[in-house]
């Protein structure tokens, strides 16, 4: 059978496995592409699923961008930034130390490695938060504002990781901080005058500025396109919001190629011939420290900050997926980590969201839910 009908097929099965289990997508995805790569050692050279990966990871990172809100983030900025940075100070402190002076790696690598075992998925976040209706409480509201520092402080510490600066970084941003006040404006009136057109110009203006952005950052400004990506869907966010009809378009074309596709490359990746009984045991140190730190980190910072919840909240943000991914990935095409350790990361990373999904669904009576019958704020 054809490689791309294969590729095709397996991404239909996969979804349907994880609606089926009960499980993210995302996962399901990265296992198809483990298992295609082992059988079929030639499909990872199919370009245009390279291309169409590479274009989900910048629409990842666009939507992270929107997922932020800035306006929840002030009122709840204290117990938020405190719970957000508890959570992913020490997973990135411990499994730093434990790559640099345990497994001898680059300061670089070991950094890279620490911030990509230390993030937390913001959507999974949301995803379980709204199944137990605990997103109009305040300790959701909470929990999604810490989530939201989580990633924003971890793509901070993956900018400042690969900064490669100059005189073209120093043009980049010349050029980068008009945009940011012309974007929005310049939106707006796309979004107004050419709005509902059967053309679609509104999502072509936002590829485009994606697209261009992502290859000045790139090649210009040596800045890795998916910061740049997160950046613009922040600047973006409100515009488009008040846009619903192109914000769900935008969504669906992620959602339902893009993004799979992205997770499926990722996951043909990993070569399992690779992992060795030395490198299955620092997978084994590595999924411990990761998550035993997060599951600490948040709880004990939960505890002190709310005084509940904090089994709960441990747990939760243990969910860890996409921007781990995108950093994994990153780390490999920039050739800080080998395809061995990128291999380990994202073995963790899908051990690591598993974990959290089993319990979250078998055993949701034994957690604490203090606020359930809290009244929406106003």
């Given at each position: 059978m054809d490689p791309s009908v294969v590729v095709a097929?397996?991404?239909?099965?996969?979804a349907g496995i994880a609606l089926e289990i009960g499980f993210s997508s995302a996962i399901a995805e990265i296992i198809a592409g483990i298992a295609l790569a082992y059988f079929y050692t030639d499909i990872a050279s199919l370009s245009w699923v390279e291309f169409l990966g590479n274009?989900?990871?910048?629409?990842?990172m666009f939507l992270a961008g929107f997922e932020v809100d800035i306006h929840r983030l002030r009122k709840t900025w204290?117990?938020?930034?405190?719970?957000?940075?508890?959570?992913?100070?020490?997973?990135?402190?411990?499994?730093?130390?434990?790559c640099l002076f345990l497994f001898n790696l680059s300061w670089t690598a070991a950094g890279l490695m620490a911030i990509g075992?230390?993030?937390?998925?913001?959507?999974?976040?949301?995803?379980?938060?709204?199944?137990r209706g605990d997103l109009s409480g305040d300790f959701g509201q909470i929990m999604l504002s810490a989530a939201t520092v989580v990633d924003v402080l971890s793509?901070?510490?993956?900018?400042?990781?690969?900064?490669?600066?100059?005189?073209?970084?120093?043009?980049?941003?010349?050029?980068?901080?008009?945009?940011?006040?012309?974007?929005?404006?310049?939106?707006?009136?796309?979004?107004?005058?050419?709005?509902?057109s059967i053309v679609e110009f509104e999502l072509r203006f936002l590829m485009v500025v994606l697209i261009s952005m992502g290859f000045m950052a790139e090649h210009v400004g040596g800045i890795h396109p998916a910061i740049i990506a997160f950046a613009i869907g922040l600047i973006l966010s409100e515009v488009v919001e008040e846009h619903g009809e192109v914000e769900e378009k935008l969504r669906a074309i992620?959602?339902?190629?893009?993004?799979?596709?992205?997770?499926?490359h990722a996951g043909m990746q990993i070569d399992l011939s690779l992992v060795t009984t030395d490198l299955a045991l620092q997978f084994v140190?590595?999924?411990v420290v990761a998550i035993g730190l997060k599951f600490a980190g948040t709880a004990l910072s939960t505890h002190w900050l709310l005084g509940h919840s904090s089994i709960f909240a441990g747990m939760l943000f243990n969910y860890r997926l996409a921007f781990g991914i995108v950093t994994a990935t990153v780390g490999?095409?920039?050739?800080?980590?080998?395809?061995?350790?990128?291999?380990?990361?994202l073995l963790v990373i899908v051990s690591s969201a598993l974990l959290p999904a089993l319990f979250l669904h078998d055993t949701p009576n034994e957690l604490d839910r203090p606020d359930q019958n809290e009244p929406p704020p106003h």
């Open positions: 097929l397996v991404l239909v099965v996969a274009l989900g990871l910048l629409g990842l204290k117990t938020s930034v405190g719970i957000g940075t508890a959570s992913l100070a020490m997973p990135m402190l411990g499994v730093f130390i434990v075992l230390s993030t937390t998925s913001l959507a999974l976040v949301y995803h379980a938060l709204k199944e793509m901070m510490a993956l900018a400042l990781l690969l900064g490669n600066t100059g005189w073209g970084t120093a043009i980049f941003l010349l050029v980068l901080v008009p945009l940011v006040f012309g974007l929005p404006r310049v939106g707006n009136w796309i979004f107004r005058r050419y709005g509902g992620v959602f339902s190629l893009l993004a799979p596709i992205f997770f499926l140190i590595l999924a490999l095409e920039s050739g800080i980590i080998s395809k061995a350790q990128y291999s380990i990361i």
